[in-house]
C-alpha cells in the first residue's frame, strides 16, 4: 500500500516544522488501525452480504423449479406427532407430509414452507415434490418473491455502508490533522496494548518541547521496541487530542 502524503518533519529538529521525514514513513492512512478496524469490518460485511445473497437466490432458485418443474401430488397433512382429528394444525408446527407416488407411499416430517392457508389434521392439499427425491416437497402454490428470501440482507448492507463512513470520516479526520495540525517529536509516557492494533503499542505521549500539556494517544509499532522516555514523531490537532505517528524514526530517552 502507497505511502500516504502525510506532513513530515526531520530526525535532527526538535521544534515543529514540515520538512521530510526521517526513517521509514508510516503507511497509509487506511492502514492506521483506527480506520483499519472499520473497513476491515465493512469488508467482512460485504463478503457476508455477498454470501446471504447467493444462499438466498440459490434457495428461491430451488423452490421456484419445484414449483414449475415438479410433479403435483395429492396428500394427507397431520401435525407431527399426531393430533387430534378436523384439530387446527399450529402455524409453527412440523407437519406429517403422506402421499402416494409411484405405486409407493411416502411418509415425511417437516416444517411447510407455506402456511398462510389455515390447515386442518387430516386435510388433503395439493404440494409439489421432486420425483428424483419425493422427500423434497413444498405446499407453496406459486414461487415466493425474491425479497422474501433476502429478508436480512438490507441490515447487513445498512451496516456496511455505516462501517464504510466510519472510515472515511476517521480518514478525513487524520489526514486534516497530517497536513494541518502540529507536528514534531513526542515523549512516550506508558504503553499499552490495544485489540485493534495487535502489532502496535497504544502510547500516551505529550510533546517533547512542553509546549502543551495534552496527552496523546497513539499507536507505535512494535518492530521499533518503543519504551516509556523515548520520542517518537507524530502529528496532532491543535483543539482535540487526535494525534497520529507519523513515521518509524524514534529517539532513545
Known amino acids: 500500500m502507497p505511502p500516504f502524503p502525510l506532513c513530515q518533519i526531520s530526525v535532527s529538529n526538535t521544534e515543529t516544522t514540515t520538512s521530510p521525514i526521517s526513517g521509514q514513513p508510516s503507511p497509509s492512512i487506511w492502514a492506521e488501525p483506527r480506520v483499519r478496524f472499520w473497513w476491515i469490518a465493512a469488508v467482512i460485511l460485504f463478503l457476508v452480504s455477498v454470501g446471504f445473497a447467493i444462499e438466498g437466490y440459490l434457495s428461491w432458485r430451488t423452490e421456484a423449479d419445484l414449483i414449475e418443474h415438479g410433479t403435483l401430488v395429492q396428500a394427507t397433512v397431520t401435525e407431527a406427532g399426531g393430533g387430534l382429528?378436523?384439530?387446527?394444525?399450529?402455524?409453527?408446527?412440523?407437519?406429517?407430509?403422506?402421499?402416494?407416488?409411484?405405486?409407493?407411499?411416502?411418509?415425511?416430517?417437516?416444517?411447510?414452507?407455506?402456511?398462510?392457508?389455515?390447515?386442518?389434521?387430516?386435510?388433503?392439499?395439493?404440494?409439489?415434490?421432486?420425483p428424483n427425491d419425493p422427500d423434497h416437497w413444498t405446499?407453496?402454490?406459486?414461487?415466493?418473491?425474491?425479497?422474501?428470501?433476502?429478508?436480512?440482507?438490507?441490515?447487513?448492507?445498512g451496516m456496511l455502508v455505516i462501517c464504510l463512513l466510519f472510515a472515511l470520516v476517521r480518514m478525513a479526520r487524520l489526514k486534516k490533522v497530517c497536513t494541518q495540525g502540529k507536528v514534531g517529536w513526542a515523549t512516550i509516557l506508558s504503553l499499552g496494548q490495544s485489540s485493534l492494533a495487535p502489532r502496535s503499542y497504544t502510547a500516551r505521549c505529550?510533546?517533547?518541547?512542553?509546549?502543551?500539556?495534552?496527552?496523546?494517544?497513539?499507536?507505535?509499532?512494535?518492530?521499533?521496541?518503543?519504551?516509556?522516555?523515548?520520542?517518537?514523531?507524530?502529528?496532532?490537532?491543535?483543539?482535540?487530542?487526535?494525534?497520529?505517528?507519523?513515521?518509524d524514526a524514534i529517539e532513545r530517552g
Not at 394444525?89 to 402416494?100: G, L, N, P, R, S
Not at 409411484?102 to 392439499?125: A, M, S
Open 85 to 130: 382429528a378436523r384439530r387446527v394444525i399450529a402455524e409453527d408446527a412440523a407437519w406429517d407430509v403422506k402421499f402416494q407416488f409411484n405405486g409407493q407411499t411416502h411418509l415425511d416430517e417437516g416444517y411447510p414452507p407455506y402456511t398462510e392457508i389455515r390447515q386442518y389434521n387430516g386435510d388433503v392439499i395439493s404440494i409439489h415434490i421432486d
Open 206 to 247: 505529550t510533546w517533547a518541547d512542553e509546549s502543551s500539556p495534552t496527552v496523546y494517544s497513539v499507536f507505535v509499532p512494535r518492530r521499533i521496541a518503543p519504551q516509556p522516555g523515548d520520542k517518537i514523531q507524530i502529528a496532532a490537532s491543535p483543539k482535540s487530542s487526535l494525534a497520529i505517528t507519523i513515521s
Open 139 to 157: 405446499n407453496r402454490p406459486t414461487p415466493p418473491p425474491l425479497s422474501q428470501k433476502l429478508v436480512g440482507l438490507p441490515f447487513v448492507l
